[in-house]
């Protein structure tokens, strides 16, 4: 699976609690932040997915965060 695709999965699986990019970056033992930022970016906007300026719904420190709405 893709870095992209378990990004997508994890905000998908949260049901539309946001999660900032620092969460992914823990949650997915990611390298770096940017790596969810670029795919978190991209996602923004298009599918259900919102990235706003908002708590995140795991460390519930208020920056951008994604979430998914069906």
Known sequence: MTIAAQIE??????EGVAICDDCIT???NLSVRSQANVVT???????????????????SSVKVSTSHHR
């Open 41 to 59: 970016r991209g996602l923004g906007g298009g599918r259900g997915y919102v990235r706003e300026k908002r708590p995140c719904g795991l460390c």
């Open 9 to 14: 999965a994890l905000i998908q699986r949260l």
């Open 26 to 28: 823990d949650r997915l």
